[in-house]
C-alpha cells in the first residue's frame, strides 16, 4: 500500500473482477478490449493472470477462515479460471 500505483492498480482489477461478476454470462467477450490491451500495448506475461488469482484466492482464504468452504472455494476458482481464461484469451 505504500506504492501509489500499485495500490491504484490494485483497484483497477478489483473493479475488472466486479465487472465480471455482473457479466457472468459473457465475461469473455466482456475482456476482450483488457485481453488485448495487456498482451499488445504492456506485454504482460499471460502466466501472471494465474498468479494474480493464486494470491487473491489465499488472500480471501486467509481472510475469511472457515467461512472459505470447500465449496466456495470450488466455486471462486471456477469463476476465476473464466476470468485468467478470457484475459489470456488475445494470447492464443
Known sequence: MANQKVAAHGTV??????????NMD????TYTS???????????NPGNFQLLGD?????????LRTEFTPDIQAA???FLSVVVSALRRQYH
Do not use: F, P
Request: proline residues 0%.
Open 13 to 22: 482489477v478489483l473493479q475488472g473482477l466486479k465487472k465480471a461478476l455482473k
Open 26 to 29: 459473457d465475461i469473455k467477450n
Open 34 to 44: 483488457l485481453s488485448e490491451h495487456h498482451s499488445e500495448k504492456l506485454q504482460v
Open 55 to 63: 494470491c487473491l484466492t489465499v488472500l480471501i482464504a486467509t481472510r
Open 76 to 78: 471462486w476458482q471456477k
